[in-house]
């Protein structure tokens, strides 16, 4: 069955940087877009950004646009997530999964902004 496995979190101050990986499996990775989510305590989870199958942009939330991009490498089954200019309001534990139809979240990656 589907599998993501997310990594690249951890400290970052505010203004720095992080890159985040999701490995996909159990799904032929090429034929569908994908998408990062995130989901901060006590909040709903929300969608962070989106990519099609061939790399070009579906979606960014307002609150990201400018400062995170998302790519992918579908030789590797990956999607990354390349967060800029990274402020508070951004911590939270993201995660990545397909755009359309979510399957079984994997266990998520945390981002923790602090000075």
């Known amino acids: 069955q589907e599998q993501f496995v997310e990594s690249g979190g951890g400290l970052v101050q505010p203004g720095g940087s992080l890159r985040l990986s999701c490995v996909a499996s159990g799904f032929r990775f090429s034929n569908y877009h994908m998408s990062w989510y995130r989901q901060a305590p006590g909040m709903e989870r929300e969608l962070v950004a989106a990519i099609r199958t061939t790399g070009s942009i579906l979606y960014y939330a307002d609150s990201v646009k400018g400062r995170f991009t998302i790519s992918r490498d579908n030789a590797k089954n990956t999607v990354y997530l390349q967060m800029n200019s990274v402020k508070p309001e951004d911590m939270s534990v993201y995660y990545c999964?397909?755009?359309?139809?979510?399957?079984?979240w994997g266990q998520g990656t945390q981002v923790t902004v602090s000075s």
């Open positions: 999964n397909q755009y359309v139809v979510q399957r079984a």
